[in-house]
Antibody, heavy 118, light 110 residues
Protein backbone atom coordinates (compact mmCIF):
# COMPACT_ATOMS: atom_id res chain seq x y z
CA UNK A 1 0.00 0.00 0.00
CA UNK A 2 1.61 3.24 -1.16
CA UNK A 3 1.54 6.04 1.39
CA UNK A 4 2.69 9.62 0.97
CA UNK A 5 3.43 12.28 3.59
CA UNK A 6 4.17 15.92 2.91
CA UNK A 7 6.43 17.97 5.15
CA UNK A 8 7.81 21.48 5.18
CA UNK A 9 7.37 24.96 6.66
CA UNK A 10 3.81 26.11 7.18
CA UNK A 11 4.79 29.76 6.85
CA UNK A 12 6.94 31.32 4.14
CA UNK A 13 7.78 34.99 3.66
CA UNK A 14 6.95 36.77 0.41
CA UNK A 15 9.69 36.62 -2.24
CA UNK A 16 11.27 33.58 -0.59
CA UNK A 17 11.29 29.98 -1.84
CA UNK A 18 8.69 27.49 -0.68
CA UNK A 19 10.18 24.01 -0.20
CA UNK A 20 8.18 20.85 0.49
CA UNK A 21 9.11 17.19 0.64
CA UNK A 22 6.97 14.11 0.09
CA UNK A 23 8.12 10.92 1.80
CA UNK A 24 7.07 7.75 0.02
CA UNK A 25 6.45 4.40 1.69
CA UNK A 26 5.15 1.17 0.26
CA UNK A 27 6.73 1.75 -3.14
CA UNK A 28 10.10 2.59 -4.59
CA UNK A 29 10.34 6.03 -6.08
CA UNK A 30 12.77 4.50 -8.56
CA UNK A 31 10.02 2.33 -9.98
CA UNK A 32 9.42 3.24 -13.56
CA UNK A 33 5.77 2.44 -13.04
CA UNK A 34 4.93 5.74 -11.37
CA UNK A 35 4.80 9.48 -11.86
CA UNK A 36 5.04 11.66 -8.75
CA UNK A 37 2.86 14.77 -8.65
CA UNK A 38 2.30 17.98 -6.72
CA UNK A 39 -1.15 19.54 -6.63
CA UNK A 40 -2.46 22.50 -4.63
CA UNK A 41 -5.74 23.99 -3.54
CA UNK A 42 -6.06 27.67 -2.74
CA UNK A 43 -8.40 28.47 0.17
CA UNK A 44 -11.98 28.11 -1.00
CA UNK A 45 -10.88 27.35 -4.56
CA UNK A 46 -10.43 24.35 -6.80
CA UNK A 47 -7.55 21.97 -7.39
CA UNK A 48 -4.55 23.13 -9.42
CA UNK A 49 -2.04 20.70 -10.91
CA UNK A 50 1.52 21.94 -10.33
CA UNK A 51 3.60 19.29 -12.06
CA UNK A 52 5.00 15.80 -11.94
CA UNK A 53 8.26 13.91 -12.23
CA UNK A 54 9.34 10.46 -13.33
CA UNK A 55 12.23 8.90 -11.44
CA UNK A 56 14.27 9.16 -14.63
CA UNK A 57 14.22 12.90 -14.06
CA UNK A 58 11.70 13.88 -16.72
CA UNK A 59 9.58 16.70 -15.34
CA UNK A 60 6.39 18.30 -16.57
CA UNK A 61 4.99 21.55 -15.18
CA UNK A 62 1.84 23.65 -15.31
CA UNK A 63 2.73 26.33 -17.89
CA UNK A 64 1.44 29.07 -15.58
CA UNK A 65 3.93 28.06 -12.87
CA UNK A 66 6.78 26.67 -14.94
CA UNK A 67 9.12 29.62 -14.46
CA UNK A 68 8.97 29.37 -10.66
CA UNK A 69 8.60 25.65 -9.97
CA UNK A 70 11.06 22.78 -9.69
CA UNK A 71 10.31 19.16 -8.76
CA UNK A 72 13.11 16.74 -7.97
CA UNK A 73 13.57 13.17 -6.78
CA UNK A 74 15.89 11.85 -4.06
CA UNK A 75 16.09 8.11 -4.64
CA UNK A 76 18.37 7.57 -1.64
CA UNK A 77 15.65 8.86 0.70
CA UNK A 78 12.72 7.59 -1.37
CA UNK A 79 11.19 11.04 -1.50
CA UNK A 80 10.48 13.83 -3.93
CA UNK A 81 10.41 17.57 -3.46
CA UNK A 82 8.79 20.78 -4.66
CA UNK A 83 10.31 24.23 -4.77
CA UNK A 84 8.33 27.34 -5.67
CA UNK A 85 10.42 30.50 -5.92
CA UNK A 86 9.48 34.15 -5.49
CA UNK A 87 6.29 33.31 -3.62
CA UNK A 88 3.45 35.74 -3.03
CA UNK A 89 0.20 35.54 -1.10
CA UNK A 90 -1.27 33.88 -4.19
CA UNK A 91 0.82 30.81 -3.40
CA UNK A 92 -0.99 30.31 -0.09
CA UNK A 93 -2.65 26.92 -0.43
CA UNK A 94 -2.90 23.34 0.74
CA UNK A 95 -0.21 21.42 -1.09
CA UNK A 96 -0.69 17.73 -1.87
CA UNK A 97 1.75 15.19 -3.20
CA UNK A 98 0.39 12.22 -5.13
CA UNK A 99 1.49 9.29 -7.21
CA UNK A 100 0.15 7.97 -10.47
CA UNK A 101 0.18 4.33 -11.44
CA UNK A 102 -2.16 5.37 -14.23
CA UNK A 103 -2.12 8.86 -15.78
CA UNK A 104 -4.37 10.26 -13.06
CA UNK A 105 -2.89 10.93 -9.60
CA UNK A 106 -4.46 8.14 -7.55
CA UNK A 107 -2.78 7.97 -4.13
CA UNK A 108 -2.60 11.34 -2.33
CA UNK A 109 -0.87 12.54 0.79
CA UNK A 110 -2.84 14.22 3.57
CA UNK A 111 -1.86 17.67 2.35
CA UNK A 112 0.01 20.46 4.09
CA UNK A 113 -1.10 24.07 4.46
CA UNK A 114 1.42 26.70 3.42
CA UNK A 115 0.78 30.36 4.17
CA UNK A 116 2.78 33.12 2.52
CA UNK A 117 2.94 36.08 4.83
CA UNK A 118 5.46 38.44 6.35
CA UNK B 1 -3.61 25.94 -20.31
CA UNK B 2 -7.18 26.77 -19.35
CA UNK B 3 -9.07 24.91 -16.66
CA UNK B 4 -11.70 22.49 -17.86
CA UNK B 5 -15.26 23.83 -17.55
CA UNK B 6 -17.61 22.31 -14.99
CA UNK B 7 -20.94 23.59 -13.65
CA UNK B 8 -20.46 25.33 -10.31
CA UNK B 9 -23.18 23.28 -8.66
CA UNK B 10 -25.63 20.45 -9.18
CA UNK B 11 -28.21 18.96 -6.87
CA UNK B 12 -30.42 15.94 -6.60
CA UNK B 13 -32.61 14.03 -4.18
CA UNK B 14 -31.68 10.72 -2.60
CA UNK B 15 -32.17 7.85 -5.04
CA UNK B 16 -32.02 10.06 -8.11
CA UNK B 17 -29.26 10.20 -10.72
CA UNK B 18 -27.19 13.27 -11.54
CA UNK B 19 -24.62 14.01 -14.20
CA UNK B 20 -21.71 16.43 -13.98
CA UNK B 21 -20.18 17.65 -17.23
CA UNK B 22 -16.57 18.55 -17.93
CA UNK B 23 -15.94 20.52 -21.11
CA UNK B 24 -12.53 20.79 -22.66
CA UNK B 25 -10.97 20.93 -26.09
CA UNK B 26 -9.50 18.59 -28.67
CA UNK B 27 -6.14 19.20 -26.98
CA UNK B 28 -7.22 17.64 -23.74
CA UNK B 29 -10.55 15.90 -23.07
CA UNK B 30 -11.32 15.25 -26.72
CA UNK B 31 -7.84 14.14 -27.67
CA UNK B 32 -7.11 11.48 -25.08
CA UNK B 33 -8.93 8.81 -23.09
CA UNK B 34 -7.24 10.05 -19.92
CA UNK B 35 -10.06 11.81 -18.12
CA UNK B 36 -10.39 11.21 -14.40
CA UNK B 37 -12.83 12.30 -11.69
CA UNK B 38 -12.21 13.07 -8.02
CA UNK B 39 -14.53 13.32 -5.04
CA UNK B 40 -13.43 15.81 -2.41
CA UNK B 41 -15.09 16.19 0.94
CA UNK B 42 -13.89 19.46 2.56
CA UNK B 43 -11.01 18.85 4.92
CA UNK B 44 -10.38 15.40 3.50
CA UNK B 45 -8.07 14.06 0.80
CA UNK B 46 -9.41 13.99 -2.78
CA UNK B 47 -10.41 10.48 -3.82
CA UNK B 48 -10.05 9.09 -7.34
CA UNK B 49 -13.46 7.83 -8.47
CA UNK B 50 -12.98 7.34 -12.23
CA UNK B 51 -9.88 7.14 -14.41
CA UNK B 52 -9.26 6.64 -18.12
CA UNK B 53 -12.76 8.07 -18.83
CA UNK B 54 -14.79 5.16 -17.46
CA UNK B 55 -12.67 2.85 -15.28
CA UNK B 56 -13.38 2.53 -11.57
CA UNK B 57 -10.58 1.95 -9.05
CA UNK B 58 -11.03 -1.00 -6.75
CA UNK B 59 -13.45 -0.17 -3.94
CA UNK B 60 -15.37 2.58 -5.75
CA UNK B 61 -19.10 2.00 -5.91
CA UNK B 62 -20.56 1.04 -9.28
CA UNK B 63 -23.05 3.88 -8.74
CA UNK B 64 -20.31 6.07 -10.19
CA UNK B 65 -19.75 5.93 -13.93
CA UNK B 66 -17.89 8.02 -16.48
CA UNK B 67 -18.22 8.66 -20.19
CA UNK B 68 -17.01 10.99 -22.90
CA UNK B 69 -18.44 12.43 -26.09
CA UNK B 70 -16.27 14.66 -28.21
CA UNK B 71 -14.64 17.32 -26.04
CA UNK B 72 -16.97 16.78 -23.07
CA UNK B 73 -16.67 14.16 -20.35
CA UNK B 74 -19.37 13.29 -17.85
CA UNK B 75 -19.63 11.76 -14.41
CA UNK B 76 -22.93 10.12 -13.52
CA UNK B 77 -23.89 9.18 -9.98
CA UNK B 78 -26.91 6.93 -9.72
CA UNK B 79 -28.92 6.11 -6.60
CA UNK B 80 -27.77 9.35 -4.99
CA UNK B 81 -26.90 9.06 -1.29
CA UNK B 82 -26.31 11.69 1.37
CA UNK B 83 -22.65 10.68 1.58
CA UNK B 84 -22.19 11.62 -2.08
CA UNK B 85 -22.48 15.31 -1.17
CA UNK B 86 -19.03 16.70 -1.94
CA UNK B 87 -17.03 18.65 -4.48
CA UNK B 88 -16.20 16.83 -7.72
CA UNK B 89 -13.30 17.62 -10.04
CA UNK B 90 -12.49 16.34 -13.49
CA UNK B 91 -8.93 16.08 -14.73
CA UNK B 92 -7.46 15.45 -18.16
CA UNK B 93 -4.14 14.75 -19.80
CA UNK B 94 -3.22 17.39 -22.41
CA UNK B 95 -1.29 17.59 -25.64
CA UNK B 96 1.44 19.45 -23.75
CA UNK B 97 2.06 16.29 -21.64
CA UNK B 98 0.58 18.09 -18.65
CA UNK B 99 -2.57 17.59 -16.58
CA UNK B 100 -5.38 20.07 -16.06
CA UNK B 101 -8.24 20.13 -13.57
CA UNK B 102 -11.76 21.42 -13.96
CA UNK B 103 -12.99 24.22 -11.74
CA UNK B 104 -14.99 21.84 -9.58
CA UNK B 105 -18.68 21.15 -9.02
CA UNK B 106 -20.43 21.23 -5.67
CA UNK B 107 -22.95 18.42 -5.39
CA UNK B 108 -25.80 18.98 -2.96
CA UNK B 109 -28.02 16.08 -1.94
CA UNK B 110 -31.39 17.60 -1.11
Amino acid sequence: QVQLQESGPGLVKPSQTLSLTCAVSGASISSGAYYWSWIRQHPGKGLEWIGYIHYSGNTYYNPSLKSRVAISVDTSKNQFSLKVSSVTAADTAVYYCANSAVVAPDIWGQGTMVTVSS
Amino acid sequence: QSALTQPASVSGSPGQSITISCAGTSSDVGGYDYVSWYQHHPGKVPKLMIYDVSKRPSGVSNRFSGSKSGNTASLTISGLQAEDEADYYCNSYTSSTTLVFGGGTKLTVL
